[in-house]
């Protein structure tokens, strides 16, 4: 049974810094693109970044330059490093992770995603 367990939520003021963390346990194929996204009240979900199995990371025009992510394959762990919070950033964060299945007959991707930390940016 595949869980993804997201930590490192909480309240910061504008300015600050936080951390998130995301573990993915259970039985995958092929993990290939993991990634943070959010959702803030009000508003659909939307991508904050994503990392591939290599190290390529994408990130949403909104957050360059402020944000970081990062991942460890060994270990099917995803992180995101929030610089020069907003409070336009305040949203739940959820993790989640792309898992390939490959046959002779198809190719299988399955989206799993976390329960969601939430990040509040106020003074």
């Known amino acids: 049974q595949v869980e993804l367990v997201e930590s490192g939520g909480g309240l910061v003021q504008p300015g600050g810094s936080l951390a998130l963390s995301c573990a993915a346990t259970?039985?995958?194929?092929?993990?290939?693109?993991m990634g943070w996204y959010r959702q803030a009240p009000g508003k659909q979900r939307e991508l904050v970044a994503t990392i591939t199995r290599g190290g390529k990371a994408n990130y949403a025009t909104s957050v360059k330059e402020r944000f970081t992510i990062s991942r460890d394959n060994a270990k099917n762990m995803v992180y995101l490093r929030m610089d020069s919070l907003k409070p336009e950033d305040t949203a739940v964060y959820y993790c989640?992770?792309?898992?390939?299945?490959?046959?002779?007959?198809?190719?299988?991707?399955?989206?799993?995603w976390g329960q969601g930390t939430q990040v509040t940016v106020s003074s």
């Open positions: 259970g039985r995958f194929s092929d993990i290939t693109t």
């Open positions: 989640n992770v792309r898992d390939r299945d490959i046959t002779i007959e198809r190719i299988l991707d399955t989206d799993y």
